[in-house]
């Protein structure tokens, strides 16, 4: 991609509401489902949106970027991440269970955690995903022991410059302060008064009581939600337990559009029929489930869409698992074809095989209307927010360039993409992070991670 048009001149004008820019003559993957893929093509963006997709569109008044030779794709969404516990990356990468995450990080990591570790986290992790295209994240943000504990984690949200939703939810284990759910109110008015920016609000839970009661969804919980107009993201939506819970809630009249069910791994035919009917949306992990064999390890892909859901993915822990959306998009596709296949051979039967397209999909667009984002991110769609990526088709992983989605799925990585770009601002520009001192952030995290190990060797009740 050209530097020509330098980031001074993006960054001196970026507060200007009328703002042009124009990517010029790369081939645009707009995931939209009318205007599908461009070669050779042109978004125009005006101030935070996109105004229009296309070929040879006038460059009057706008700052040019040459994208030729690069593919310009919407920005990734991450359904679910538990951003705090970044500074904790890969400490225990052959965990094999639930139990062994639950004990070594949410039993002995988080009771650990001050304010500023949560900061110092949820930062490292938000600008981790811009770096490698996701421009949409939603922090599950299960450590929330004090209302400084939550501030840290949504401010560090709105410091990233990400479109970040900030899941809020209390602690499994340890002494807290017991403010959740009742604080989300305070949440609500102080940081996302109204839905239209680019931080937004809900409400974290689980879905059965079996590790933490006081954290499982129910009446009480629903009410909260409902007051304050704010969807509530279901963790640990696995096998029989939580089954049995999404028929509960549907006597119950608790099933809708605002729950989001995370991983969604081993549920009943007639939950899955529920959670269609009520519009239920569905966020997988498919690293998650297979990596650390939750229930029966297989992403419940063929089930979503057996029932006419398409899901949305997502990274989950980064104590065990990558870091980025390309590792879940080869994930699935590997494991959803393997398993096809499997299970149709010496049948004569033709397997069933999701596509390139597909993950990219679950990637993307998919991944917006999981979190009910679809509206304004998610494709390259004319009125919705400019949230793209600009990735380097001619890199040595990437050349020659003959299918871009192939490309894209298959091919790149973080280190091909040279721009992001969210609600039409610049968050990395010629392979960098704009405004970001990452030596100022390393030391940030390695000062972070010395105190939480100095805390871990001084025994404190409650821990």
Known sequence: ??????????????????????????????????????????????????VDVGRHLPDTGAIVVDATG??????????????????MRRTIPDVDDLAGYLQSTLMHLAPAYAPEDVYVGTRLAALTALDGGITTMLDFSHNSRTT??????????????????????????????????????????????????????????????????????GPELAEVATDLDIGVSLDVMFGQGASRAVLAW??????????????????????WAAMRDHGVTVALAP??????????????????LAHGIRPGLSVDVEVALASDMFTQMRALLTLQR??????????????????TRDVLDFA???????????????????????????????????????????TLVLGADRSNITSVWVAGQVRKWDGELVGVDVDALR??????????TERLATPVAGR
């Open 338 to 355: 393997m398993r096809a296949v499997n299970a149709a051979y010496g049948t004569g039967c033709e397997p069933t095989r999701i596509t």
């Open 287 to 304: 690293t998650s489930d297979a990596q650390i064999g939750l229930e029966d390890a297989v992403p419940p892909v063929d089930e979503a």
């Open 70 to 87: 690069s593919i310009v794709a919407p920005g990734m969404v991450d359904t679910h991440r538990h951003a705090w516990q970044a500074q």
């Open 148 to 217: 400084a504990h939550s501030d840290a984690a949504i401010t560090a949200l709105i410091d990233s410059g990400i479109r970040g939703v900030h899941a809020s939810m209390g602690p499994h284990f340890g002494d807290w302060d017991g403010q959740w759910p009742a604080d989300l109110a305070r949440l609500r008015s102080t940081y996302v008064p109204t839905d239209d920016q680019l931080v937004t609000l809900r409400m974290a839970a689980l879905a059965t009581g079996d590790i933490a009661g006081h954290l499982a969804y």
């Open 250 to 271: 549907q006597s119950q009249g608790l099933l809708g559009p605002h729950l989001e069910s995370i991983h969604s791994t081993a549920l009943t035919a007639d939950a």
């Open 364 to 406: 993307t667009l998919s991944g917006a209307r999981t979190l009910r984002l679809d509206d304004r991110t998610g494709s390259i769609t004319p009125g919705k927010q400019a949230d793209l990526i600009v990735v380097d088709a001619e890199a040595i992983n990437t050349m020659p360039l003959h299918d871009a989605i192939g």
């Open 1 to 50: 991609m050209s530097t020509a048009p330098t980031l001074d001149a993006l960054t001196r004008s970026a507060t200007d509401p009328d703002r042009i820019v124009l990517l010029r003559g790369g081939t645009v993957v707009t995931m939209d489902p009318t205007l599908g893929t461009i070669d050779a093509g042109d978004v125009l963006v005006r101030g935070e949106r996109i």
């Open 443 to 452: 030391t940030q995290v390695h000062d972070s991670l010395a105190a939480i």
